[in-house]
């Protein structure tokens, strides 16, 4: 148990529908990731928030957005969703922003399903 | 980031030890080598990093050649748990955290 936790754990959706995907963080961490593993696309950075902050961007879709709480919690709002949509997305979490020890912490995953 | 290239599959048997090489010939000075693990579909795991020294903790050794240009990641006594998808990673230590993830090293220990 990584302490990360993701809810919900499976989500069955349709074309065109919005979802929110929720984390919490490890106890103490400030930084939370956010990562999406496809097929055909692998493991993929989509983006980070550090003390409620977006501190990175990788290639997440115009459609997708994040945001992170006052309490550490995240949420990745998808929307519009397309079939080339559904995938694992993993979030993390890391104490620091960017140190030596850059062990980032990962939950166990939400698995989305547009159909 | 540099670019590492690994195998796409190794079979290690169960009690032997598995070596997992990664080559990272782009490989910068400020540059750290990082192993995570992802075991079916959960999420990843970290196992160690290192710089240039070799390093060793209670997963596993990681042995970085003196030119840094290719690794290797030890686990001494394979078990089947350790059947899983090892990524080796290269970033910079201020790159802003994010890791580029490869395709990995597919490891299946066989009873």
């Known amino acids: 148990d990584s302490g990360v936790t993701q809810t919900p754990k499976h989500l069955i959706t349709a074309t065109g529908q919005r979802v929110t995907l929720r984390c919490s963080p490890r106890s103490g961490d400030l930084s939370v990731y956010w990562y999406q593993q496809s097929l055909d696309q692998g493991l993929q950075f989509l983006i980070q928030y550090y003390n409620g902050e977006e501190r990175a961007k990788g290639n997440i879709l115009e459609r997708f957005s994040a945001q992170q709480f006052p309490d550490l919690h995240s949420e990745l709002n998808l929307s519009s969703l397309e079939l080339g949509d559904s995938a694992l997305y993993f979030c993390a979490s890391s104490a620091a922003l960017a140190d030596p020890y850059n062990e980032q912490f990962f939950g166990p995953g939400t698995r989305l399903t547009v159909l | 980031d540099a670019k590492t290239t690994q195998p796409p599959s190794m079979d290690c048997a169960e009690g032997r030890a598995a070596n997992l090489p990664c080559n990272h010939s782009t490989i910068s000075g400020n540059e750290y080598v990082y192993w995570y693990r992802q075991i079916h579909s959960q999420g990843p795991q970290y196992i160690i990093h290192?710089?240039?020294n070799n390093e060793t903790n209670e997963m596993a050794s990681l042995i970085i050649t003196e030119d840094r240009k290719s690794s290797t990641l030890i686990l001494p006594h394979a078990t089947l748990r350790d059947t899983a998808v090892y990524y080796c990673?290269?970033?910079?230590?201020?790159?802003?955290?994010?890791?580029?993830f490869g395709e990995g090293t597919q490891l299946t220990v066989n009873p």
């Open positions: 990673i290269v970033k910079p230590e201020t790159s802003g955290s994010r890791l580029t």
């Open positions: 290192g710089l240039k």
